[in-house]
């Protein structure tokens, strides 16, 4: 018996029906384009949200968490609604309450939860929660839910029920990647292809830089990014931004005047809409890029498009940090082929592209400028291309 399905049964008194992992993420490129209908390119990490997890038939949700100093929240399900708990227990109550609107008799459960998706890292250890409790949900109580349609239903708890807009990339990555591949990815119809991603046969390493610095993207930053891109996606008369080819890219800028945007009610100045803009459109391009050099077996090519993609999202999109950017312009001074923040920024990690017998001294250097600034010491470690959740027990 596993250690989770075991603290199972010392809270509860009785075994688990099963035990469910669900990896968290990291994205090499395209970064808020999927709320924009746009392309993204995760791959799922080694570190996972494991459940353990029973039926009950009396309408009461209990959650733990192994890794919360708290103890049983006990819930009734239908009591569930937007805004109803705000604390970590909001993540598996949402997909609950999600299944439920969505038509499936949940009829409750009990879960305990054991986590080693770094929180506050820009890795997405929400979305790992959300998936592996629908994950575990669809499979016992016989629900039939393809992977890509429960990720969507996990995105609906964080968007509705937690309070978070994210796209739905994070939640796709954690419930539908391979081993061994990035996942190639189309938000808009969630069609998707499986890219290998076989770093140490090119003599390569991706590593990832968590600066420990925590963000929190219900503040409102990302709201009102979100917002920015949908106020210029409809002055620019399309649905998404999505549509709006690389080519084209001067003339919408153009067109997105103060004229423009006052009919859409702008939440920004026109400047730093046509910011978002640009970053959405050249982003949605290097995951195009990405894809070609991945297929055409280039692997180093790729670390400039990291570099590049870094830069937008700093001076566009302006959601780095100091810290972020330190990872960057230090790893590439001691030798990377690229890198950039990853996740939603204001803190959280970067991935940085490296020759594999690079790694070391390039990590050596960061923290060694983390150091030399004062900064927390960050936690660097190799991203694994994994696979995505699945029963384990």
Not at 21 to 42: H, Q, S, W
Request: charged share 20%; hydrophobic share 45%; aromatic share 6%.
């Amino acid at each position: 018996m596993s250690v989770v399905a075991r603290r199972f049964a010392e809270l509860y008194g009785y075994a688990p029906e099963g035990v469910w992992a669900a990896p968290g993420r990291v994205n090499l490129i395209g970064e808020y384009t999927d709320f924009n209908d746009g392309f993204v390119m995760p791959l799922a990490l080694p570190h996972r949200a494991v459940a353990a997890v029973a039926r009950r038939t009396d309408g009461v949700l209990r959650v733990h968490s192994a890794d919360m100093d708290q103890g049983v929240v006990e819930l009734v399900v239908e009591d569930l609604a937007p805004g109803s708990d705000s604390g970590w227990a909001a993540y598996p109550a949402g997909v609950v309450w999600a299944l439920r609107e969505a038509g499936h008799q949940v009829t409750g459960a009990d879960v305990q939860i054991a986590s080693d998706v770094p929180t506050g890292a820009g890795l997405s250890s929400s979305a790992a929660l959300e998936v592996v409790t629908a994950l575990a949900l669809n499979e016992m109580y016989g629900l039939g839910i393809e992977p890509d349609r429960l990720a969507v239903l996990a995105q609906r708890a964080e968007n509705a029920f937690v309070g978070v807009p994210c796209g739905v990339m994070d939640q796709m990555a954690s419930a539908c990647c391979t081993e061994g591949h990035a996942l190639f990815l189309d938000t808009r119809d969630l069609t998707r292809r499986q890219v290998p991603f076989d770093l140490a046969a090119h003599g390569l390493r991706l590593l990832v830089v968590d600066t420990r610095v925590k963000h929190a993207l219900g503040d409102g930053a990302y709201a009102q990014r979100r917002a920015g891109c949908e106020a210029g996606a409809r002055a620019l008369g399309v649905r998404a931004l999505r549509e709006v080819p690389y080519a084209q890219l001067p003339d919408a800028l153009g067109r997105l005047t103060d004229a423009a945007l006052s009919r859409e009610a702008s939440p920004g100045p026109v400047d730093e809409i046509r910011r978002y803009v640009r970053h959405v459109v050249s982003d949605n391009h290097r995951v195009e890029r990405t894809i070609a050099l991945l297929d055409a077996g280039d692997l180093r090519g790729v670390g400039p498009v990291l570099t590049e993609g870094h830069a937008s999202l700093r001076d566009d999109l302006r959601v780095s940090c100091r810290e972020l950017d330190l990872v960057v312009s230090v790893a590439n001074a001691a030798g990377a082929l690229g890198a950039r923040m990853t996740g939603g920024g204001f803190g959280g990690s970067a991935v940085v592209l490296v020759e594999e017998d690079a790694a070391d001294l390039v990590a050596k250097e960061v923290k060694e400028a983390f150091a030399a600034a004062g900064h927390t010491a960050p936690r660097v470690f190799p991203a694994v291309p994994s696979g995505g959740a699945c029963r384990i027990q």
